[in-house]
């Protein structure tokens, strides 16, 4: 649901013109969305963080609708909003899945050099 969420914040071009407007206020809307969806899909210390990070990029999207007015603060705070769900989702397993293909590559490299 999160991710829903911020598809649609990713849509700027549509939302950031009306920077400053009562329309800016659907990216509040949205931002509730998100915290909420992140706060349902509770996984303990992960989700704190997860929503820590989500909370700067919805900051960040906030100052880019009413203070600064800047389309690439705007995609930025979206980023980081992805990264902040992306934490809670799946980020540890590809996290994990790379981890373990380095320390194999790592592991298969050394025993190449030892049989020569």
Known sequence: MAYSGVVTLCSGHTLYPNAGSSS???????????LSSLAFNYKGVRTIISFLISTIGIAT????????MSSTLYYIGVVVLVCGIWY????????????????HRFLNSNKITHDS
């Open 61 to 68: 999207l906030m100052m880019s609708q009413f203070i600064i």
């Open 88 to 103: 809670n989702g799946s980020f540890f397993y590809f996290y994990n899945k790379l981890k373990h293909s380095i320390r």
């Open 24 to 34: 800016a206020y659907i990216i509040l809307g949205l931002s509730v969305f998100i």
